[in-house]
């Protein structure tokens, strides 16, 4: 009768070198995205002019270093400087935020035990949710139906934001791959929505399809990026630039310039657009959602409240009263 294999004696993990306070901001920025990469480096550079600090790594420094007790007084006077100065809500919320995210790294990482506590101020939330309205969208869809390279490319970009209600930085994040075609045409793109980690299809309307199919026609069938800069000759020999997300802030805001309409026209606002106008037409809150791919339906909500808002009927009645 065989023995029992002796049991293996568990080999120690390899020791690993106790993690830097600048070390920890660094981490903590490269997991966030881009876009709130970008917002909270800011927070925490102004944080940095607050204290006196040299950088941003040495300003995270001084807030660990400085304990629970220091660390919160550091925080609570640094949120009553910026209601001194009548910062927004949000602004002062967003900061005290981006302190008490780089602490709970910290914490995460084992480098200090405790918390920041300190409250962000209420924030109470409101967007101007109308976009360019149904008029400026057809306006801006009409100045970008000539001829040229540069507008063909714009059509599709307008085309995806609003009637897919994508964000920037899901039109940006598109390469070639991520078209699906039908009979050699595109029928759905697949993105990265926000905060999501594997991406999802969705599917192309005729108009949407026939705008993006325009484009890469002339884009033709190099891989990359499905969007590309247009703005400065390609050397030869070197991938194709993707535009960023500020490229895309000005060719839809170069779009509302020459469809002389009376506001800005932002990325955001012609997913607002095709939002509301969803909402307009009396599809229900679950599945406008969905479409929108809110997380919360208290977003979605939002929406519905601006299209539904008495306060003009009211108004009306009350003046006239």
């Known amino acids: 009768m065989s023995s029992l294999p002796a049991v293996i004696a568990p080999v120690g993990l390899p020791a690993i070198a106790e993690i830097t306070d600048a070390e920890v901001a660094e981490a903590w920025l490269g997991s966030l995205s881009t876009h709130t990469r970008r917002a909270y480096r800011g927070d925490l550079r102004q944080f940095a002019r607050y204290t006196g600090a040299g950088s941003v790594g040495q300003a995270v420094e001084l807030l660990l270093a400085a304990g629970p007790g220091g660390a919160n007084r550091a925080a609570m006077s640094w949120r009553s400087a910026m209601e001194a100065a009548e910062l927004s809500a949000a602004t002062v919320a967003r900061r005290i935020s981006a302190l008490r995210s780089v602490v709970g790294l910290a914490a995460t990482l084992g480098r200090i035990t405790w918390s920041l506590t300190v409250r962000s101020p209420k924030v109470i939330s409101y967007r101007d949710v109308r976009g360019p309205g149904r008029a400026g969208w057809r306006a801006v869809v009409a100045q970008l139906g000539g001829s040229g390279v540069v507008a063909t490319r714009d ?164 003046s006239e009263d």
Not at 216 to 245: A, K, N, Y
Not at 249 to 272: I, K, M, N, T, Y
Not at 310 to 318: A, W
């Open 155 to 318: 059509l599709a970009i307008v085309r995806l934001l609003h009637d897919l209600m994508l964000r920037r930085s899901e039109a940006v994040g598109l390469d070639v791959d991520h078209v699906e075609r039908e009979c050699g045409r595109p029928s759905a793109i697949w993105i990265r929505g926000k905060g999501r980690s594997a991406r999802e299809r969705l599917e192309l309307a005729p108009a949407t399809a026939a705008a993006l199919e325009a484009w890469l026609l002339v884009r033709g069938p190099e891989p990359g990026p499905v969007f590309i800069r247009l703005d400065r000759p390609r050397p030869m020999c070197t991938p194709l630039q993707p535009l960023t997300d500020r490229s895309v802030a000005r060719v839809v805001g170069r779009a509302g310039v020459r469809a002389s309409l009376d506001r800005p026209v932002r990325p955001h606002g012609l997913r607002h657009e095709g939002i509301t106008r969803a909402i307009e037409m009396g599809e229900s809150l679950l599945d406008v959602q969905i479409a929108a791919r809110h997380a919360d339906p208290r977003t979605t909500q939002r929406y519905i409240d601006r299209v539904k808002n008495p306060q003009p009927r009211i108004s009306r009645l009350v």
